[in-house]
């Protein structure tokens, strides 16, 4: 995962020896899922193989996906294969045009293969991963398989009768599975936890609907988690997953006002996973409310969940307003920073660095946009707090 955890990833040909190929991620499926899965794999740094079993893929209308790493990514090759610069609008990409831009694609790239026209007969464990036998004389070994299809063939290998794909949550805030969200639902209130996409008691397989994007994204940077580091997934790293998508632009929470090309969309991705500021949930969407005036009340408790010596400082300043200097103070108390440092530094990156519109002034009333802003760059809550399987914070 280039940015995060695959900060000393090294392309590994395929190796093809005694008509065994070997790869990292084997992906099947030719929906919206199968594709996302095997190019975030690929993007992260493992070999993926995508096996279709048909003519190819059969994709959502393009202008309907969710914009993010994975669009982005198809976009661009899609203006390189059809000769394209930026500033001209894509045309409409239909089935044919998309197949040939991801052969393209998976002919010129040195982690990415896509088999399409190649039933399969046979799937079995394989040591920790799998093996998929294409005829008996040929077949594929994989480190993590998705199943982003017909799960039917794989059931023996299970050793089970039947499996459900996983499933998303609505976001609830009288739980705290929402900070372990891998993955938000594009215009609902729905997010993937880690914990319900991994398979209990299965190593090393993941089983997803055919027709999401996003859940597809998520799937292909666990298993890429797995197989770079070796290890099984049900040791994923919360955490370093959570990173490697939001790198690559896939929103965790489903603020539905707060979109991807906002200059501050990561911070308040960050704080919105932590619950520090909570959304409100509103006609089956959930709105961040960015430019609305953050209030002691809804602060007090979740800063105290995460920070011991938050405790001390909300004893001492008791409905108080929310305003740059307060702020600055709790960071200060809470972070062991220098007050007039901080205060200098802050002025120097507010409108330069932040991109915040407003000017820098110690008695405004902050939004929750400039809130998470400053939590997020001095406390770094998301980054340097661990929470469990249920959300817990960890402390």
């Not at 059809?82 to 040939?100: C, F, G, H, R, Y």
């Not at 010129?108 to 039933?119: C, G, M, Y």
């Not at 739980?175 to 209990?200: D, H, Q």
């Not at 299965?202 to 994007?213: C, G, K, S, V």
Request: charged share 25%; glycine share 4%; proline share 3%.
């Amino acid at each position: 995962m280039n940015r995060l955890f695959f900060v000393f990833a090294f392309l590994i040909p395929l190796i093809i020896h005694a008509q065994t190929i070997k790869t990292d991620v084997l992906v099947l499926g030719n929906a919206n899922a199968a594709f996302a899965a095997g190019v975030q794999a690929s993007e992260s740094g493992v070999n993926a193989i995508i096996l279709t079993q048909n003519d190819g893929f059969k994709l959502s209308d393009f202008k309907s996906l969710p914009q993010n790493g994975v669009t982005k990514a198809f976009e661009k090759r899609t203006r390189k294969s059809l000769k394209l610069s930026d500033s001209v609008p894509l045309p409409e990409i239909t089935n044919q045009i998309a197949n040939a831009v991801i052969k393209n694609w998976s002919d010129s790239s040195k982690l990415l293969d896509v088999i399409n026209n190649a039933p399969y007969y046979e799937i079995k464990r394989s040591g920790n991963g799998w093996e998929l036998k294409l005829t008996k004389e040929k077949s594929i070994k994989a480190k993590v398989l998705i199943v982003a299809d017909n799960i039917g063939k794989v059931l023996p290998a299970l050793k089970i009768e039947s499996l459900k794909p996983a499933e998303t949550t609505a976001l609830n805030y009288a739980e705290n599975t929402y900070r372990t969200t891998i993955g938000a639902i594009k215009g609902t209130l729905n997010f993937l936890s880690l914990y319900g996409l991994l398979i209990p008691n299965q190593e090393n397989i993941l089983y997803i609907n055919a027709d999401n994007l996003e859940i597809g994204q998520a799937a292909g940077a666990t298993a890429a988690y797995a197989a770079f580091f070796q290890t099984k997934t049900s040791l994923s790293n919360l955490k370093r997953i959570q990173g490697e998508l939001l790198s690559y632009k896939l929103s965790l929470m489903p603020f539905d006002d707060v979109k991807i090309a906002d200059s501050n969309w990561l911070a308040i991705q960050k704080i919105g996973i932590t619950g520090i500021l909570k959304a409100e949930l509103k006609k089956d969407k959930v709105f961040f409310n960015p430019e609305k005036e953050v209030t002691y009340t809804e602060i007090k408790q979740p800063i105290k969940d995460y920070y011991y010596k938050a405790q001390i400082w909300f004893d001492d300043h008791e409905n108080i307003p929310i305003n740059l200097e307060n702020t600055i103070s709790i960071i200060c108390y809470v972070g062991n920073k220098a007050v007039d440092a901080t205060k200098t530094e802050l002025q120097k990156k507010w409108n330069k660095n932040y991109k915040l519109s407003s000017k820098y002034d110690l008695k405004k009333v902050l939004t929750r946009r400039e809130f998470s802003v400053i939590i997020n760059e001095y406390l770094k809550p998301f980054d340097d707090v661990n929470v469990d399987r249920t959300g817990r914070v960890i402390r």
